[in-house]
């Protein structure tokens, strides 16, 4: 396919970058014992490699400024986040500390094999950019809607986030099960809000003879947040911590798209 032959060498340097990232901060967690610098890595590589591309494509310079800004934003914000809720708490994310537990001596060779991994996922992402970033076909309603679109998942992400943020600074609610705002009508409206971004790229792909690439991106963070490296671990906690008002929780409110209630 004559994208992907066009983009070769940029996608080549793209892996081989993100590989040395994950090398030295597979090193940083060997000694601080904390992988959760992977999600640092795996945010800002994208970011960077999508930016890369957005300079070496020749699609609308709108349209490549725009997207890239957005991407931008989305890792600055969630780097952030990661390094201020997690990166400096005092414990280990409970899903990195499951696994060093249960891998035990071989915990730092796995985990080597799980950060340099994460080359090929930053690779798999930057995908859906090639046929945006190579669309030539004038602004449109399609950006505008995905402009919109956008806008809607990013402030809902934040907002859901600080919801969260909220109710778990509140003593009262040490063991108790967050219902607030969107957490109501969503047991995951961060990881809902998270995966409608990508819904909102596609809408700039649209005009490229290549648009369909632009799925990549929503089919597989789908797969990811609710089969692999999301809902689970999360939920799993969850029930570990909060037992049966959690279930409760689980039986009320829908797993990952919203529901209204009446």
Not at 71 to 81: D, N, P, S
Not at 100 to 123: D, H, I, M, P
Not at 181 to 193: A, E, K, L, M
């Amino acid at each position: 396919m004559s994208l992907f032959q066009d983009n070769y060498n940029i996608l080549l340097f793209g892996f081989i970058f993100s590989f040395f990232v994950f090398s030295i901060l597979w090193l940083v967690q060997v000694i601080k014992k904390d992988a959760g610098w992977v999600d640092v890595g795996w945010s800002s590589s994208l970011s960077i490699l999508v930016i890369i591309i957005s300079i070496y494509s020749d699609g609308l310079t709108l349209r490549k400024v725009l997207v890239s800004s957005f991407l931008l934003f989305w890792a600055i914000r969630l780097v952030t986040y990661i390094i201020k809720d997690r990166i400096l708490s005092d414990e280990e994310d409970s899903r990195y500390k499951n696994l060093r537990n249960y891998w035990g001596e071989n915990a730092n060779k796995k985990f080597f094999v799980f950060f340099t991994f994460q080359s090929f996922l930053v690779l798999l992402f930057a995908i859906p950019f090639l046929p945006i970033f190579n669309n030539s076909s004038p602004f449109n309603i399609l950006d505008i809607i995905g402009v919109l679109v956008w806008v809607l998942a990013i402030t809902g992400e934040c907002l859901s986030d600080l919801q969260l943020y909220n109710f778990r600074n509140k003593p009262e609610n040490k063991l108790k099960v967050c219902r607030e705002g969107f957490w109501n009508y969503s047991r995951h409206p961060n990881y809902f809000f998270e995966w409608l971004q990508w819904i909102a790229f596609v809408f700039f792909s649209f005009g490229s003879e290549y648009f369909y690439i632009s799925f990549v991106g929503p089919i597989f963070m789908y797969l990811f947040l609710t089969k692999i490296s999301g809902v689970y671990w999360v939920e799993m906690q969850a029930v570990k911590k909060r037992g049966a008002e959690y279930i409760k929780y689980q039986s009320d409110v829908p797993m990952f798209f919203p529901k209204l209630k009446r």
